[in-house]
C-alpha cells in the first residue's frame, strides 16, 4: 500500500514549457485535490475531484488543466509555465465523506526559470 | 468565498506550557480538519472534527469545533520540543461540496 504517489519530486521548467505532475493513489479513495503552498499563504486549492470522470475548479485554477480518467489518478497539467506558479505541489485523497482527512503525497517542488 | 483565518501565525513558546491556536472560518461547515507539517515534509492528518461540539484528544493535542461561532481551537497542552511543527485547518466549503480551503498555518516553536 503505497498511499499517494507523486511524481516528480524535483523539476525545473524554462518559461513556457508544458509539463504533467502526476498523481496516483491505491487506496481507492474517491476524492483526490491538488495543492499548491508558497511561503506566508499555506496551502492553495488548485483543482478537485470527487470521482472518475468528474472534476471542479478551486480557489487558483490558472494556467492548469486537470482530468481524472480513472479513480487511482489524477494528473495536473501546466499549459505554459510561468515564473508565479514556482510552488510546491501536493496531491491529496480521501475516502467517503472525509472522515479520516487527507492522505497528501509528499509534494513535488517545482521552479520555473 | 470561505475564509479561513489562523492566529496566531507565529507561535514560540517555553516547554512546559499550555497554549491555544485558534482557527476561525466564514462558512457554515460542519467539517473541520487539523493538520501537522514538519518543515520540508508533507502535511499529516491529526484531528477530524465532524460535528458541533466535537473535541478529539491525542497526547498533549486537544482540538475542538464550535460551529455555531465558526470556530475550532487547538489546545497544546505542557508543550514538548517534538511538537515543533506548522499547524493548518481546513475547512469544507459548504457541507458536503469536498472543496476543502485551509488557513494560513501557525509556525509553533517550542523552546527547550
Known amino acids: 500500500n503505497a498511499g499517494v504517489t507523486q511524481t516528480p519530486k524535483f523539476q525545473v521548467l524554462k518559461t513556457g514549457q508544458s509539463m504533467t505532475l502526476q498523481c496516483a493513489q491505491d487506496?481507492?479513495?474517491?476524492?483526490m485535490s491538488w495543492y499548491r503552498q508558497d511561503p506566508g499563504m499555506g496551502l492553495r486549492l488548485i483543482h478537485y475531484?470527487?470521482?472518475?470522470?468528474?472534476?471542479d475548479q478551486g480557489e487558483v485554477p490558472n494556467g492548469y488543466n486537470v482530468s481524472r480518467s480513472t479513480t487511482e489518478d489524477f494528473p495536473l497539467r501546466l499549459l505554459s509555465a510561468a515564473p508565479s506558479q514556482t510552488s510546491v505541489y501536493f496531491c491529496a485523497s480521501s475516502y467517503g465523506s472525509g472522515g479520516n482527512g487527507y492522505t497528501f503525497g509528499s509534494g513535488t517542488r517545482l521552479t520555473v526559470v | 468565498e470561505l475564509k479561513v483565518e489562523q492566529n496566531p501565525l507565529f507561535l514560540s513558546m517555553q516547554e512546559g506550557k499550555n497554549y491555544t491556536i485558534y482557527c476561525n472560518y466564514s462558512?457554515?461547515?460542519?467539517?473541520l480538519y487539523w493538520y501537522r507539517q514538519d518543515p520540508g515534509k508533507s502535511l499529516e492528518s491529526l484531528f477530524v472534527?465532524?460535528?458541533?461540539?466535537a473535541v478529539k484528544q491525542e497526547g498533549r493535542l486537544m482540538a475542538s469545533l464550535d460551529t455555531k461561532a465558526r470556530l475550532s481551537t487547538l489546545h497544546i497542552t505542557a508543550a514538548v520540543h517534538d511538537l515543533s511543527a506548522t499547524y493548518f485547518c481546513a475547512v469544507d466549503e459548504a457541507s458536503g461540496t469536498y472543496k476543502y480551503i485551509f488557513g494560513t498555518g501557525t509556525r509553533l516553536k517550542v523552546l527547550a
Open positions: 487506496m481507492n479513495h474517491e476524492y
Open positions: 462558512t457554515t461547515s460542519d467539517r
Open positions: 472534527l465532524l460535528s458541533n461540539g
Open positions: 475531484s470527487v470521482g472518475a470522470g468528474i472534476t
